[in-house]
């Protein structure tokens, strides 16, 4: 089993930045992707920023405005976000593609979640 903290959040100023962090604990045989994902009231969970296999991919509505960085070593994912703006507001998951210890099944996992509300 895996657990996924997740940091940061809370009240951000339009135009200001925010940084989201999220650490893995737990019993897995490697974290093959990790990143972050988001949902707003009444739409979607949709991607913001992934590390997957190698590859960083980011959501189309949120591109030249989030670096995202992962440290494998500490099981981390950090997500930097420029120039927010008031659609940014919502709830923003971490996620973890794992391959299992036991298994060497993969396993979605989902932290619970963190708000960003971005006004004024």
């Known amino acids: 089993q895996v657990q996924l903290v997740e940091s940061g959040g809370g009240l951000v100023q339009p135009g200001g930045s925010l940084t989201l962090s999220c650490t893995a604990s737990?019993?897995?045989?490697?974290?093959?992707?990790m990143g972050w994902w988001r949902q707003a009231p009444g739409k979607y969970r949709e991607l913001v920023a992934e590390?997957?296999?190698?590859?960083?991919n980011y959501g189309d509505s949120v591109k030249g405005r989030v670096t995202i960085s992962r440290d494998d070593a500490k099981k981390t994912v950090t997500l930097q976000m420029n120039s927010v703006k008031p659609e940014d507001t919502a709830v923003y998951y971490c996620?973890?593609?794992?391959?299992?210890?036991?298994?060497?099944?993969?396993?979605?996992?989902w932290g619970k979640g963190t708000l960003v509300t971005v006004s004024t």
């Open positions: 590390v997957n296999t190698g590859r960083t």
């Open positions: 737990g019993t897995m045989f490697t974290i093959y992707a």
């Open positions: 996620n973890a593609g794992v391959i299992e210890a036991t298994s060497g099944g993969t396993t979605d996992y």
